[in-house]
C-alpha cells in the first residue's frame, strides 16, 4: 500500500497532474505489483517561492518542471524493484506528460507493516 505525495510548481493543466498520478500508478503496479485499486496519492503545487532545489545536484540539469516524488511503501522490497521503479517512473513520465527524467527526483521511504492503518484505527497489516 503505498502512500504517494508529488510536489510541484503551481500551473499545471489538472490533464497534466492527472498523468502524473496515472505514469506513477502504473509503475507501482508493474514493479510493486501494487493492485489496481490500491491507490493513496496526493499533489501539492507550490508557487516559485515555497519551491526551492538544487539545479545540478549530481550533475543533472533541472529545471521549474521538477517533480519531487515520495512514496512510502512497506518494507518488503528488494533492491532491483526498487531500481525497476524508480526507471519505470522516469518512464513513464517522459513519455506522458513529457518530464525531462532530470525532473523527476524520487525519495521511498519504508516503514514497517505495522505502521499503517487504513481506517477504523487498526493496523491492518500487524
Same mark, same amino acid.
Given at each position: 500500500?503505498?502512500?504517494? @505525495?508529488?510536489?510541484? @510548481?503551481?500551473?499545471?493543466? /489538472?490533464?497534466?497532474?492527472? /498523468?502524473?498520478?496515472?505514469? %506513477?500508478?502504473? /509503475?507501482?503496479? #508493474?514493479?510493486?505489483? *501494487? &493492485? &489496481?485499486?490500491?491507490?493513496?496519492?496526493?499533489?501539492?503545487?507550490?508557487?516559485?517561492?515555497?519551491?526551492? $532545489?538544487? &539545479? +545540478?545536484?549530481?550533475?543533472? /540539469?533541472?529545471? +521549474? #518542471?521538477?517533480?519531487?516524488?515520495?512514496? %512510502? !511503501?512497506?518494507?518488503?522490497?528488494?533492491?532491483?524493484?526498487?531500481?525497476?521503479? $524508480?526507471?519505470?517512473? *522516469? +518512464?513513464?513520465?517522459?513519455? %506522458?506528460?513529457?518530464?525531462?527524467?532530470?525532473? *523527476?527526483?524520487?525519495?521511498? !521511504?519504508?516503514?514497517? @507493516?505495522?505502521?499503517?492503518?487504513?481506517?477504523?484505527?487498526?493496523?491492518? $497489516?500487524?
Amino acid at each position: 500500500m503505498p502512500l504517494t @505525495r508529488i510536489s510541484m @510548481r503551481r500551473g499545471k493543466s /489538472a490533464a497534466y497532474r492527472k /498523468a502524473i498520478l496515472n505514469a %506513477v500508478q502504473l /509503475a507501482l503496479r #508493474e514493479t510493486f505489483d *501494487v &493492485p &489496481p485499486r490500491d491507490f493513496f496519492m496526493t499533489i501539492s503545487e507550490h508557487d516559485e517561492e515555497n519551491f526551492v $532545489y538544487s &539545479p +545540478d545536484y549530481l550533475d543533472m /540539469a533541472r529545471s +521549474d #518542471e521538477l517533480l519531487i516524488i515520495q512514496l %512510502v !511503501v512497506s518494507q518488503t522490497r528488494k533492491l532491483e524493484q526498487k531500481q525497476a521503479l $524508480y526507471r519505470r517512473i *522516469v +518512464d513513464l513520465l517522459e513519455q %506522458v506528460p513529457g518530464v525531462c527524467p532530470d525532473d *523527476v527526483f524520487i525519495n521511498l !521511504v519504508e516503514v514497517a @507493516r505495522e505502521n499503517w492503518s487504513f481506517g477504523h484505527g487498526v493496523a491492518q $497489516y500487524a
